[in-house]
């Protein structure tokens, strides 16, 4: 296991609710970046946060947000869900910034109805 | 042109046999190269770096080419448990994010 954990693992949203994605990082890892897998897809990079701040972000509308704490959790929030957000949502994180060895928790499968 | 690109597959080989993917990628600024392994439906796991001189690990190689742009993935004496999708992730340059491709499947039968 890699030592990442997302919460809820599973939820049906309705067109034009929120939702909000939650993510532990693994300990000792100061970055988090997020990514939406559609099915059939590989991972679309959403946005990337170090030490709290936003380092990077992918062709994503504004609707996505995101937050990153002292302890370097996170949280993804998209507002006003459409069909196309369902997919599965994949919290990575990494010890620094640049690196490309990210693991990933188990992901937060979203269905939007 | 997609940044990254992979032959989506399936690749369907029997037992011991010795399979291997390519990724191609358009930026031939890109310096950092990773292939990762998922299973269906979980989260993609870190298989192996890619580094300039190729790498071996087990089983498993991988090696880069600069000059054309894509990496490879040689599985040797495959086993039914390496049946998986596997996805290469590449880095943009300029910024922090990695670009994934869209993953070749691999099925492996006995």
């Known amino acids: 296991e890699t030592g990442v954990t997302q919460s809820p693992t599973h939820l049906i949203k309705t067109r034009g609710q929120q939702v909000t994605l939650r993510c532990s990082s693994q300990?000792?890892?100061?970055?988090v970046s997020w990514y939406q897998q559609a099915l059939g897809q590989g991972p679309q990079f959403i946005f990337q946060y170090y030490r709290e701040e936003e380092n990077g972000r992918g062709n994503f509308p504004p609707r996505f947000s995101g937050l990153q704490f002292p302890n370097y959790s996170s949280e993804l929030n998209v507002n006003a869900l459409e069909l196309d957000d369902s997919a599965l949502y994949l919290c990575a994180s990494s010890f620094e910034l640049a690196t490309g060895e990210l693991f990933f928790g188990e992901g937060s499968r979203l269905t939007v109805l | 042109r997609k940044e990254v690109e992979q032959d989506p597959g399936p690749f369907n080989v029997p037992e011991g046999a010795t399979v291997a993917f390519n990724c191609t990628y358009s930026?031939?600024?890109?310096?950092?190269f990773f292939w990762y392994r998922q299973d269906c439906r979980k989260e993609p796991k870190l298989l192996m770096s890619?580094?300039?001189s190729g790498n071996e690990d087990g089983r498993f190689t991988a090696q880069l080419n600069r000059a054309s742009q894509y990496i490879s993935l040689l599985i040797r004496d495959s086993k039914l448990s390496d049946s998986a999708t596997y996805l290469c992730?590449?880095?943009?340059?300029?910024?922090?994010?990695?670009?994934f491709g869209t993953g070749t499947r691999l099925k492996v039968l006995a």
């Open positions: 930026n031939s600024a890109s310096q950092s």
């Open positions: 890619v580094y300039s």
């Open positions: 992730a590449v880095n943009s340059p300029g910024t922090y994010k990695y670009i």
């Open positions: 300990s000792g890892h100061n970055t």
